[in-house]
């Protein structure tokens, strides 16, 4: 009976369902092109690759069709959905203009650790290009611009990105290594001033202009 007050305390441990496992699994396998564009996908093999039954693997492969990752095909296989220049070209749009928000409700509100982060970043942005490393520039670039959507704290802000810059993310993958002329080092660096000097408009126009810029950069390869 000792252990009663303890036990009021105790909270139901959180797991990610089957269906929310194969989901982010999917997704990553995705975005990261290790699924290519237009590879076939069949629930019956991966239900056999992840061991569990085709039920979580039907609806993890919906919900990717409704985030328009996968497209379905005749009969009982689905297949990744290829790259769509026109439509990342719009996403791009989406993305430059929710995260300019999130830079000007983020400026008023950082701290000289998140400025000290946003410099981190930067550099290693820097470095990873200088060593052609993508996936570690793309994820230096993106911890950049999580300082602001982290800062202003705006969960509806967070929802609507998601299904954008998974539109766009696969692309980064494709053609990051080849760009040339990428100028985010020096525009990130002028965006940390802008949060300097406390002009959010200036940080939320010069965000938006470094995702066009590399929209632009993408799409013309």
């Known amino acids: 009976m000792r252990y009663i007050g303890f036990m009021k305390n105790i909270q139901p441990i959180k797991r990610l369902s089957l269906r929310e496992e194969v989901y982010v699994h999917l997704k990553n396998a995705i975005l990261s092109l290790e699924l290519k564009p ?21 609806e993890a492969l919906k919900r990717l069709e409704d985030e328009g990752l996968i497209e379905a095909m005749p009969g009982s296989s689905t297949r990744v959905a290829p790259l769509k220049v026109e439509e990342a ?3 791009f749009t989406v993305v430059a203009a929710l995260h300019a928000l999130a830079a000007r409700l983020a400026v008023p509100l950082l701290r000289e650790n ?9 550099q290693r942005l820097k470095s990873s290009m200088v060593e052609k ?7 230096a670039d993106e911890g950049f611009h999580l ?3 982290t800062v202003a704290g705006n969960q509806e802000l967070l929802k609507a990105l998601e299904r954008s810059t998974s539109k766009i993310r696969r692309l980064e993958m494709a053609q990051f290594g080849s760009l040339k002329g990428i100028n985010s080092v020096l525009q990130h660096e002028q965006i940390i001033q802008a949060c300097i000097d406390k002009d959010s408009e200036k940080a939320a126009f010069l965000t938006e202009k470094n995702w066009l810029s590399l929209g632009e950069l993408l799409i013309q390869q």
């Open 38 to 58: 237009e590879e076939r996908l069949h629930d019956k093999d991966l239900a056999e690759k992840f061991g569990i039954s085709r039920t979580p693997v039907r």
């Open 89 to 91: 070209n719009q996403a």
């Open 114 to 122: 998140d400025i000290k982060e946003l410099k981190i970043q930067n």
């Open 133 to 139: 490393n993508i996936i570690a520039a793309i994820e």
């Open 147 to 149: 300082v602001f959507l």
